[in-house]
């Protein structure tokens, strides 16, 4: 029966349910024991909308945010509320006080492609009025106006609403549009991870390109690039980041598997932006091919550039692919070209966060929370 109402936005009655009535349903139909244990007189910080579902870029998103979240806020307990269980909020809002923390997973879900999720972040910042509210890096997008209108009219109420954009173009927009709000620009949350070692034999290629609304090659440029990718070299695997559902237990397990198989590759192949990303953190030799939106580009340029061993090929260009692709196939990656100088980045996230949380904490906890510089592993930089 849950599984049936949640998935009203798929039948031909999903345009006449109201979003919020969907979630007051579920409510109504499930088991309130099967809550997140949370005392309202503890320290804590909300991880809202977390995946649950098959995309491994998403899923890397969620494991980032929590992991940044408990390495600089120890004294905070961390809950998890993930993307289908957001009807859960209402119930343990008594739990929640107006000094705890919302966050908002990052990504690139803000906008009307997925209009699901954006329904569900324009409710939990009109849920939470009175709590600070971060929503971590995102890349926005947009297309119909009504959508990006009434988004506007819900982020432009909370006064407490703290806005991260992943890339440059992102935040041009969100700056100009959302203007009673805070707007910063830092990485996506991934790259704050470093997932170099153990380093493995790395041998072949690997396709990791997509196949949904974000496509921008089509399947007969793919099918091509992939026959003649296949004919110079022997071992050539796909493997894409979105593996359809699983359980949610076996997250972390789902991508080691697959940063291990970048580290046994010795070039990859994507139109993924966490493809790409994955690449970085695995220090793996990549060619990047665009998407439908600005996100990879603007991420690239942004961030990555400066890594010899990730190459971002603009246009689509059989010829030049294949060509990128075996400049990178024996290249050796000296440590020197792997610093990437974002060190201080993450500053302005870590500053909206112990705005709250400063004033929240006992003397002795704020004397250990002065030091308050990332953790950074060798990827990025000291």
Not at 44 to 65: E, F, H, R
Not at 144 to 158: A, N, Q, T, W
Not at 300 to 324: G, H, P, R, S, T
């Amino acid at each position: 029966m849950m599984r049936q109402i949640y998935n009203l936005r798929s039948s031909k009655y999903a345009k006449k349910v109201p979003f919020v009535l969907k979630l007051i349903i579920k409510n109504l139909l499930s088991n309130k024991n099967d809550l997140p244990v949370i005392q309202k007189d503890e320290l804590k910080i909300v991880v809202a909308l977390a995946a649950d579902y098959g995309n491994l870029g998403d899923i890397a998103i969620t494991y980032a945010q929590i992991k940044f979240l408990k390495e600089h806020f120890p004294n905070h307990k961390i809950v998890t509320v993930y993307a289908y269980d957001i009807y859960k909020l209402s119930t343990m809002k008594k739990s929640i006080n107006p000094d705890d923390i919302i966050t908002i997973i990052g990504g690139g879900n803000m906008g009307d492609l997925y209009g699901g999720i954006e329904a569900s972040r324009r409710y939990i910042i009109k849920l939470f009025p009175d709590n600070q509210i971060i929503s971590f890096p995102q890349t926005i997008d947009f297309h119909r106006k009504k959508s990006f209108k009434k988004s506007i009219k819900v982020y432009s109420k909370h006064n407490d609403l703290h806005i991260f954009a992943r890339e440059p173009i992102s935040y041009e927009i969100m700056k100009a549009s959302f203007n009673n709000n805070n707007v910063f620009l830092v990485p996506d949350i991934v790259l704050y991870l470093n997932k170099e070692e153990p380093k493995l034999n790395r041998d072949g290629v690997i396709l990791c390109l997509r196949n949904d609304l974000e496509n921008k090659i089509s399947n007969n440029q793919k099918d091509n690039l992939a026959l003649h990718i296949k004919e110079k070299y022997e071992n050539v695997n796909v493997y894409d980041t979105y593996i359809g559902n699983f359980p949610k237990e076996f997250s972390e397990i789902e991508l080691n598997n697959i940063w291990d198989a970048f580290k046994k590759s010795k070039v990859v192949v994507t139109d993924r932006l966490h493809g790409m990303i994955f690449c970085a953190i695995t220090k793996t030799p990549c060619v990047v091919l665009p998407n439908s939106n600005h996100k990879i580009a603007s991420t690239y340029y942004k961030w990555l550039a400066k890594l010899n061993f990730i190459i971002f090929v603009e246009n689509f260009d059989e010829k030049i692919i294949l060509e990128q692709i075996d400049s990178l196939y024996n290249i050796t990656i000296e440590n020197e070209y792997l610093c990437l100088d974002i060190s201080d980045k993450y500053g302005p996230l870590l500053n909206a966060l112990k705005i709250d949380t400063f004033n929240n904490i006992t003397i002795k906890d704020k004397n250990l929370s002065l030091d308050l510089n990332i953790k950074r592993g060798p990827l990025l930089g000291p």
